[in-house]
């Protein structure tokens, strides 16, 4: 059974710096991997999609690798913002057909 | 726009009733989702459609129900049969193969 795992489950960090958050499976044979941002009481949006066969995927400030290897994906956050304050969470798919597995997410604050 | 939307944003039922969440994309999208949020549990599924008139259960199905009768539309029932329905439930949709998944906004069902 696919198991995603986020740690830590919460993150302060001061405006500008550089930061990391990551995600790890247990199972390595995914078909792609999902990274969305969830603001409180709101839906989930969508930030970057990996397929299995990519290492990484750029949006802005945010790039995202995927080491299949060894069940690991990180976002990279570049010059971190008050707005960017908000829960990530990393989702893998191991089947074009099949469900989501979803971390519990990564609730970031960034402090001015 | 293109989207998803759910309705009611917020929803409130008494013990015993049934009630029934929206969700509808005009995304062209086959596959449509369930996903129930709690705090600290993350998201689990409830149930998932690949095809319209064709639906499986997820992992927390048991007190739920669902219907497909039309590609653009994927509701909801909770029924009297779900003791604890207290949750944020979230609707998401996407086309394989590319399989990037997007949600809607979320409904806050509460039992009063």
């Known amino acids: 059974k696919q198991e995603v795992t986020q740690i830590p489950a919460a993150l302060s960090v001061p405006e500008g710096e550089n930061l990391v958050l990551n995600c790890s499976f247990t199972?390595?044979?995914?078909?792609?991997l999902q990274w969305f941002r969830q603001d409180p009481g709101k839906g989930l949006t969508s930030l970057l999609l990996?397929?299995?066969?990519?290492r990484e995927q750029t949006s802005g400030r945010l790039n995202a690798s995927l080491d299949k290897s060894s069940g690991r994906s990180t976002l990279y956050i570049a010059a971190s913002q008050p707005g960017d304050s908000a829960t990530y969470l990393c989702?893998?798919?191991?089947?074009?057909?099949?469900?989501?597995?979803f971390g519990k997410g990564i609730t970031l604050s960034v402090r001015p | 726009d293109g989207g998803i939307t759910q309705s009611p944003k917020y929803l409130f039922r008494k013990e015993g009733q049934n009630v029934t969440l929206s969700c509808e994309q005009n995304?062209?999208?086959?596959?449509m989702y369930w996903y129930r949020q709690d705090p600290g549990q993350g998201l689990r599924l409830i149930y998932y459609?690949?095809?319209?008139?064709?639906?499986q259960k997820g992992d927390i199905a048991e007190g739920y129900s669902v219907s497909r009768e039309k590609k653009e539309s994927f509701p909801l029932t909770v029924t009297s049969a779900q003791k604890n329905p207290t949750a944020f439930y979230l609707c998401?949709?996407?086309?394989?193969?590319?399989?990037?998944?997007?949600f809607g906004q979320g409904t806050r069902l509460t039992v009063v």
């Open positions: 998401a949709s996407s086309l394989p193969p590319h399989t990037e998944a997007f």
């Open positions: 995304l062209n999208h086959d596959a």
């Open positions: 199972d390595s044979a995914i078909y792609n």
């Open positions: 990996i397929q299995s066969s990519q």
């Open positions: 459609s690949q095809i319209v008139n064709d639906f």
């Open positions: 989702a893998v798919r191991i089947g074009a057909n099949s469900k989501l597995t």
